[in-house]
């Protein structure tokens, strides 16, 4: 008896053994510094977590070197986290994720009401980004500093970790490489994306990722149209399958829905030619005449459209007289080519209405998703953007470069 009893005394031990070592192998530390902007710690700072596998929520108060704990947090789930204090705009982060046996590091810089800081990450040598980026900055608040990128290399992640060292409120991320770097490589810093033109395609889903697609407002252009031509039946449009398949999807559906077909032609990179037509626009144009179709409706992407393919269009749609929708008033031409949607400066505007309710504490990205606005921006920014051609809006004619970042992505 006194042997079976010694017996499962061992065993019991074991197990209780085993059991915490399993727990201790699925919690992980959270821990970091809250401090304000000159990087001075906050002491009795509130520092909030939860998360899916997280009852409610946790809490900790900083100690006088501006540091928190969380010595047993269930790993492998993203985190929601909030600092707070006194006489400063707190921050939240989302997007963190919790490791299992590993400690993660996350650290707030907490600044005075109305103080924000926002790096806003504009892709290189695409004319109308620039555009959007000053819509956006007379928009949002505090200071804005920009990084330009023109890849996702090693150099670019270097230079962009720099700046994310001074905990920037919110990132803006102008153009699709800008976003697809910040998709990567930032998890905490709220990012709010604009000049995309096609972010689902781009697989641009974080928790700390929201924003403004380039192309968008397919009802309200569709709408214009039936207005304007009743008898149109059948709208063309080129894109590339491989970066813009679900918006073009998304558009078709809408002009179904409206009693119109959407057809495409297609470009490839593989099938693009050489000479006279270095990204394959003529010839998707020769598909769409065979097609017969009534209209076009651009959808724009610096990967496969500059200013040498636009004027192609144009002379299609002139030839042809048919009527070609554009996004923005300094594409527009004599003619029948019209823009019916916000325009470059307004998407701009737009997103950097999106930061402004971020870093007021009046949304997060979750709650914003991808969004398009549903009228255009008040100011009148078409008049100011008249005054411009599209040659000044639209790259430059060699493309080819830009065409070997996207397929790197």
Known sequence: MYALLHRALIFAVVLVGATLSTLSQEVGLVSGRVTDERGVPLKGALVTLSGPRIQGSQEATTDRDGRYWFPAVPGNQPLTMKAATPGRTSLLYVGYESRRSTAVGVDFTLRPPGEHEILALIEADVPYHQIA??????TMPGHVSTLMVKDTGPETVRLLTARLDLKPSV???IGDVAARLARRHIQDVPVVYSMVPAPMDADLIAANLCGVPLNGGFDRQIEHLRHLMPEARRIGTIYDPHRMGRTFREAKQIAGAAGMDLVAAHLHRSHRAHG????????????????????????????TMDGDGFEQVTRF???????????????????????????????????GTIVRRIVEGKANPSQVG??????????????????????????????AGRVRIAREE
């Open 370 to 399: 991808m969004s398009y606005p549903d009228r255009e921006t008040p100011g009148g920014t078409t008049t100011r953007l008249q005054a411009r051609s599209f040659r000044e809006v639209l790259p430059a004619g060699d493309t």
């Open 276 to 303: 006279e037509d270095p990204m394959g626009i003529r010839a998707a144009l020769d598909e769409l005449a065979a097609r017969q179709v009534d209209a076009i409706v651009l959808m724009l992407d610096p990967r």
């Open 133 to 138: 980026l000053e819509g956006a900055v007379s």
């Open 317 to 351: 749609a002139q030839r042809h007289d048919i009527v070609l929708a554009v996004p923005d008033a300094s594409m527009v031409m004599p003619g029948r080519i019209f823009s019916f949607v916000p325009g470059f400066w307004d998407l701009g505007a737009y997103a």
């Open 171 to 173: 990132v803006l991320a």
